[in-house]
C-alpha cells in the first residue's frame, strides 16, 4: 500500500514565525510532489510542486524534496492569521500514473 | 490560468433522488479529470478517473453503477450520484490536469456539497 504520512497536528505558530510541514511518502519511485491549502470547507488550492531534490522557493513558501529520505517539507516565512488552513502533501507515484497519492493534512493554526 | 469550474455549489435533495454534478476545465483542455470525495475532517479519497471518449477508471469499492461519470469533451466530466441516499452526503471535488505529462498538477474546482435528506 503506497501512503504518504503527515503530522495531523494542529501546529500551532505564532505570526510572523516560519511554520515547517512535513511529509514522508513509501513509494520509492515517485517523481512527483505537490503541496495543496484547504482552507476549512473549501476545495484545495496549489501552493507548490516540486521535481527535483533539493529546495524550491516561491514568496513567503519553500518546498524541500529529499528523494533519498523520501520525505518532503513545506516552510512558510513570516507566517500570517491568513496561513491558518490545513496543509495536505501529494504524491505522484513513478510511470504513467494518474492518481496522486494525498496525506491526510496538517492543520496549521497561526496565532495573531 | 488552469481554472476549472463545478456545478453546483449545494445541492440538499431526498433521498431516491439522483444528482448530476458537472466539472468544467475554463481554460484549457482535460483529457483526464478526476473525481474525489470528502467527508468531514478526513483527507480527500479517489473516486474515479475520468477519461475523454472512454470509460473512467473506478477505485475499489467505488459502485460505478452508484456513480455514473461522463467525460463527453475535453472540457467536461459530469459525475451523476444516482438514488442518492444519507449516506452518500459529502463533499464531492473534481480535478483536472493540464496538458498530457502525468506529472503535471491537478487543479480542483470549487466542490459540491451534498447533503441527502
Known amino acids: 500500500q503506497k501512503e504518504v504520512e503527515q503530522n495531523s497536528g494542529p501546529l500551532s505558530v505564532p505570526e510572523g514565525a516560519i511554520a515547517s510541514l512535513n511529509c514522508t511518502y513509501s513509494?520509492?519511485?515517485?517523481?512527483?510532489f505537490f503541496w495543496y491549502r484547504q482552507y476549512s470547507g473549501k476545495s484545495p488550492e496549489l501552493i507548490m510542486s516540486i521535481y527535483s531534490n533539493g529546495d524550491k522557493e516561491d514568496g513567503r513558501f519553500t518546498a524541500q524534496l529529499n528523494k533519498a529520505s523520501q520525505y518532503v517539507s513545506l516552510l512558510i516565512r513570516d507566517s500570517q492569521p491568513s496561513d491558518s488552513a490545513t496543509y495536505l502533501c501529494?504524491?505522484?507515484?513513478?510511470?504513467?500514473?494518474?492518481?496522486?497519492?494525498f496525506g491526510t493534512g496538517t492543520l496549521l493554526a497561526v496565532q495573531p | 490560468g488552469a481554472v476549472v469550474s463545478q456545478h453546483p455549489s449545494w445541492v440538499i435533495c431526498k433521498s431516491g433522488t439522483s444528482v448530476k454534478i458537472e466539472c468544467r476545465s475554463l481554460?484549457?483542455?482535460?483529457?483526464?479529470m478526476f473525481w474525489y470525495r470528502q467527508f468531514p475532517k478526513q483527507s480527500l479519497m479517489l473516486m474515479a478517473t475520468?477519461?475523454?471518449?472512454?470509460?473512467?477508471?473506478?477505485e475499489q469499492g467505488v459502485e460505478k453503477d452508484k456513480f455514473l461519470i461522463n467525460h463527453a469533451s475535453l472540457t467536461l466530466s459530469t459525475l451523476t450520484v444516482t438514488s442518492a441516499h444519507p449516506e452518500d452526503s459529502s463533499f464531492y471535488i473534481c480535478?483536472?490536469?493540464?496538458?498530457?505529462?502525468?506529472?503535471?498538477?491537478?487543479?480542483f474546482g470549487d466542490g459540491t456539497r451534498l447533503s441527502i435528506l
Open positions: 475520468s477519461n475523454e471518449g472512454s470509460k473512467a477508471t473506478y
Open positions: 513509494d520509492r519511485v515517485s517523481q512527483s
Open positions: 480535478s483536472a490536469r493540464v496538458g498530457g505529462q502525468y506529472n503535471q498538477p491537478q487543479h
Open positions: 481554460d484549457f483542455q482535460a483529457t483526464t
Open positions: 501529494a504524491v505522484k507515484g513513478g510511470g504513467a500514473t494518474n492518481k496522486l497519492i
